[in-house]
């Protein structure tokens, strides 16, 4: 299968390594020459690293993918686009009209957008039934999860198509049924973060042991079930048990008054914020440190997938 990644920032560079380590041959284009020749040295770094933990062939997978000087020169006989540009609306709509007319009629034309449904930029397209969202959780080559979402418009050939895909490179594709800002995954991530700044505004817990209650509490068991499957476990009869017991308290959580503005997290709650986390990891030892969760994410991916789980449902294999 022939693909192409459009756009070579963070996302662009591990979808590269996704289709790339399933076999496919990879071509890469960016509007920036010095981008796209650093994604190569990116790239063939994360490939190395992935191979300690014995995740993929590096060599294999590097020798897949290819830079390319041009656009018409990237997707030429591909039968995937996957578009990974900046999430600002007039830079996916001349994206996608060129898309459009540069790919082969056939090719499906899918979007990395963490937000944007594809009806916001794709709608006055010729071939508009073949654009679609596919967005990917960061880094896809570690966090499979992928969400598809069409507009009304969208073919479902096209649907079934990219969750097809989706598979057959070891991604798991969610199909997300209706067109909405954020999709799934963002809006469950911004409900947590909308209670987090709240309660660190108003006093009740420090950044430190917002973090800590997830990393140490939540997030261990969501590396193994979702919310759903996580309260059918916790109380005796599963659940209806569980909402029974549990659920008025659950509602009454979302009663308090918090204004939204809509224009972000207030100016000085940010600087607080910031502040906190500059204190325990200073801006300068980022990078490294998204290197080491990197690197405990790819330990976590050798472990899962060395694990059978007591069961999974057909829909979970499936992926949706």
């Not at 190569?40 to 191979?51: D, T, V």
């Not at 009304?152 to 649907?159: D, F, G, K, R």
């Not at 963002?186 to 409900?191: D, P, T, V």
């Amino acid at each position: 299968m022939r693909v192409a990644v459009v756009g070579t920032g963070f996302i662009g560079q591990a979808w590269a390594i996704v289709f790339a380590r399933a076999g496919c041959e990879v071509f890469l284009w960016d509007a920036d020459p010095v981008a796209l020749n650093a994604s190569l040295h990116a790239i063939a770094a994360r490939l190395q690293e992935l191979e300690k933990h014995g995740l993929i062939d590096a060599a294999d997978a590097r020798g897949r993918i290819q830079a390319c000087d041009t656009l018409e020169h990237a997707v030429a006989d591909v039968e995937h686009v996957q578009e990974n540009l900046p999430e600002v609306l007039d830079v996916k709509v001349d994206a996608f009209r060129e898309l459009d007319r540069l790919a082969p009629h056939n090719a499906v034309l899918a979007s990395s957008s963490s937000g944007l449904p594809i009806s916001s930029f794709a709608t006055e397209l010729r071939g508009r039934e073949r654009c679609v969202v596919a967005h990917p959780v960061n880094p896809p080559y570690l966090l499979p999860v992928v969400e598809v979402c069409g507009a009304p418009w969208t073919s479902p050939e096209v649907l079934e198509r990219t969750c097809a895909m989706l598979e057959l490179v070891g991604q798991r594709p969610v199909m997300v049924k209706r067109e909405l800002p954020g999709f799934v995954l963002n809006r469950l991530q911004a409900a947590l973060l909308r209670e987090a700044f709240w309660l660190v505004e108003n006093g009740y817990v420090d950044v430190e042991g917002l973090d800590r209650t997830v990393k140490e509490g939540l997030g261990l068991r969501w590396a193994l079930m979702g919310p759903f499957e996580t309260i059918d476990l916790n109380a005796p009869g599963g659940l209806d048990d569980y909402c029974e017991r549990y659920g008025a308290m659950h509602l009454s959580f979302g009663r308090d008054e918090r204004p939204q503005s809509g224009v972000g997290w207030p100016a000085h709650l940010v600087q607080q914020v910031n502040a906190a986390r500059s204190a325990i990891l200073p801006r300068t030892e980022l990078n490294a440190r998204r290197t080491w969760r990197d690197s405990q994410l790819m330990k976590l991916a050798a472990h899962k997938l060395n694990q059978e789980p007591c069961r999974e449902s057909s829909a979970e294999r499936k992926g949706t």
